[in-house]
């Protein structure tokens, strides 16, 4: 029962965390490979909502433990409110239950001034960030002066590399983006006092995975953000600054990619973006609403990490199957597909349009999609409320024409279809071995 790896197929906010509270039922470790606390899982343990950034979603699971490998971004401030948060909630975090990849790298406060700063300095040209530190967490990383989970391990020399750290920061704070200075002192005092909490949490999680993968127990990376977010193959410059595909799960927990059994992609039955940059498909007006919902329920399209409105649009299958292309999906999850009841036709992007020429695929990937039409095949909707529904036979004709295009166009079975917020609510045509 090998690593099966459970991937964002659009921009985020997929509806991911369901699926891994669905497939970690079997899985011994969930593990996060890659992004930090930028991301947001709303997990449901019997009466009790967490909202997590940081802390795997399969934690919620008695019976797994949870990996922060070294792909991750860590604020130990925010891992910390996590561990509280469950704690109270009943969910045990204790140390043997939660494991930090010694080579994770450290988000500071400098690191989120920094972001702030940077997208202050971009101005009309902003990324919209989560404010989290996350770019210039990653900046500082392959700069090769980040600053590793490991460095906790030696206290007196954590602290002189934290106010190191924090006062170089400031010179770029103050000299280059004309923001306040960050008292070094005073982060180094909070970050020693991280240290002291979180060292028991500090193990080998490539050789725990590698060890656990060996005797045969399942594995499941858990994806944060999406693919159109990835820093390589998405909407670059409006994309996250770490590697969500598939591929990442592997250079994020340090394994090797024969050990890899299912790559699911994960897809809403529409489209929805935060923050800025290109989006082909994307709707306004009475449509937009109907798709977003007004805010009144926790599944409405909301962030859960920032409260921003998510920029809603129809589903784009040259978009999806590019995902495809990238990280070999074996299956794909449709979720959110009550959403769609009741509209009528319902549009899916099945090519792009420029100067009178159709392309089936984007020329050269994301680079200037903007400057291209999506072209529109519009399908029949249908009526009936899918909320209850089981099984594929449940599902109108109309609504099963729907997946069976997404998955003739894409490539890739859909195993699993969502139609209600609650974890019953979900159209199983594939099980996870
Ligand atoms: P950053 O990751 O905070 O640097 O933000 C870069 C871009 O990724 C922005 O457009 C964010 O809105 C987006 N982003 C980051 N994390 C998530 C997520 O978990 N869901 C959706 N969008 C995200």
């Not at 127990?217 to 390589?232: F, I, N, R």
């Not at 989006?279 to 798709?291: H, N, R, S, V």
């Amino acid at each position: 029962m090998p690593l099966d790896i459970v991937v964002g197929a659009q921009w985020g906010d997929e509806g991911k965390g369901r699926m891994v509270d669905l497939f970690a039922e079997k899985a011994s470790i969930v593990a996060r490979y890659s992004g930090g606390d930028n991301a947001g899982h709303t997990v449901t343990v019997g009466e009790q909502i967490f909202k997590l950034h940081l802390v795997p979603s399969g934690l919620a699971r008695p019976h797994t433990i949870g990996v922060l490998g070294n792909g991750v971004v860590v604020n130990p401030n925010t891992l910390l409110k996590e561990i509280k948060q469950l704690e109270e909630g009943g969910v045990s975090v204790s140390p043997d239950r939660l494991k930090i990849s010694p080579a994770a790298h450290l988000i500071t406060p400098a690191h989120r001034a920094l972001d702030a700063a940077q997208e202050a300095m971009r101005g009309k040209d902003s990324i919209g960030t989560t404010m989290r530190g996350i770019g210039p967490a990653y900046m500082d990383k392959t700069a090769r002066h980040g600053i590793r989970v490991a460095e906790m391990l030696d206290e007196e020399a954590f602290a002189d590399r934290i106010e190191a750290h924090i006062k170089a920061a400031n010179r770029l704070l103050t000299g280059i983006y004309d923001a306040e200075p960050l008292d070094a002192k005073v982060v180094a005092a909070e970050y020693l006092a991280y240290a002291r909490i979180l060292t028991p949490y500090i193990a080998d999680t490539s050789r725990m995975i590698g060890e656990a993968l060996q005797v045969g127990e399942k594995v499941l990376a858990e994806g944060a953000q999406g693919t159109l977010l990835d820093l390589d193959h998405g909407t670059y410059p409006y994309v996250t600054s770490s590697n969500p595909t598939a591929p990442g799960a592997l250079i994020g927990l340090g394994v090797g990619p024969t050990w890899v059994n299912e790559v699911i992609g994960v897809a809403k039955a529409f489209q929805t973006r935060v923050g800025e940059g290109g989006f082909p498909t994307e709707l306004d007006g009475e449509m937009a609403t109907q798709l977003r919902g007004t805010g009144t329920n926790p599944w409405d399209e909301f962030g859960t990490t920032t409260g921003r409105p998510r920029r809603v649009g129809w589903l784009d299958l040259v978009l999806l199957r590019y995902a495809m292309r990238v990280n070999g999906f074996t299956h794909l999850t449709l979720t959110k597909m009550d959403i769609l009841s009741g509209i009528n036709p319902i549009r899916l992007c099945v090519g792009y349009k420029r100067n009178g020429v159709v392309y089936p695929d984007l020329p050269l990937g994301t680079y200037q999609m903007d400057a291209y039409y999506p072209v529109y095949e519009d399908l029949p909707g249908w009526e009936e409320d899918i909320q209850s529904a089981q099984k594929w036979e449940d599902l109108p004709v109309k609504c099963q024409n729907y997946v069976l295009r997404i998955q003739d166009v894409v490539g890739a079975p859909v195993g699993w279809i969502s139609v209600g917020p609650e974890r019953e609510q979900m159209v199983r045509m594939a099980e996870l071995e």
